[in-house]
């Protein structure tokens, strides 16, 4: 998850929700925890959104089932191939050419209008993106804003592309042998569904993978 939405609030007001996937229609395989524990990553920057990152511990196990499954991690440093083709998924605003970078600066017009002009899906939104490379993605924007710590994907286009609403949504891709892998984050980005500007930024989870593993060790044997 994100440090953006966690960086003022304790754990008490959160409530992680699994197994549904139209606000609409509650499934009755909808299970519901508490939050226990929110781990921010200590170098997370507002400045330029890096180290945009979060681990949260459940007050208790979820149930796995048909409905509600684990998706794997990749390992420390691995790297996905440009022109790969990966999914996201959320439930973030679905208009074109709103910048997503104001929800960092909120303005009161800004929402309204925003709100107005493009709304939330009951149903959960997925969308095919592909993997670009850092270089061709600083072309979008400041040359220090990209860093290694993200993933850059979408179209040049942007024609597809996620929103806000959608950050810390999963970024997956299928590797051989079927295994779906959680490569990165959603984070930030300069266009919703626009025809111009550019790609989504992601957290890239394979770069915090050593840290994700050392965080859940601390939790599960030294401090429980």
């Not at 781990?39 to 180290?51: E, F, K, T």
């Not at 997925?126 to 220090?144: A, H, N």
């Not at 993933?151 to 040049?156: R, T």
Request: net charge negative.
């Amino acid at each position: 998850l994100l440090n953006y939405y966690f960086r003022r609030e304790n754990a008490d007001v959160w409530k992680v929700v699994f197994g549904i996937n139209n606000l609409d229609h509650p499934s009755t395989f909808m299970q519901t925890r508490l939050v226990k524990t929110i781990i921010l990553h200590p170098r997370y920057s507002r400045a330029v959104v890096d180290y945009d990152i979060s681990i949260v511990e459940l007050s208790e196990d979820i149930n796995e089932t048909s409905y509600v499954r684990p998706v794997c991690l990749p390992n420390t440093g691995q790297l996905l191939e440009p022109d790969t083709y990966c999914y996201i998924t959320g439930w973030g605003h679905m208009g074109n050419k709103t910048s997503f970078l104001s929800h960092f600066y909120p303005h009161v017009f800004f929402y309204s209008f925003f709100f107005l002009k493009n709304p939330v899906p009951f149903k959960l939104q997925e969308g095919e993106v592909r993997i670009i490379p850092l270089e061709q993605c600083r072309s979008y924007f400041d040359m220090k804003t990209i860093t290694t710590r993200m993933i850059c994907a979408g179209y040049e286009s942007g024609t597809v592309d996620s929103c806000m609403g959608d950050s810390g949504g999963p970024l997956v891709c299928e590797r051989p042998g079927g295994q779906w892998t959680l490569f990165g984050l959603t984070s930030w980005g300069s266009v919703c569904f626009s025809k111009v500007l550019g790609p989504g930024v992601y957290s890239n989870v394979s770069y915090f993978a050593e840290w994700i593993e050392r965080q859940i060790y601390i939790h599960t044997f030294l401090l429980n």
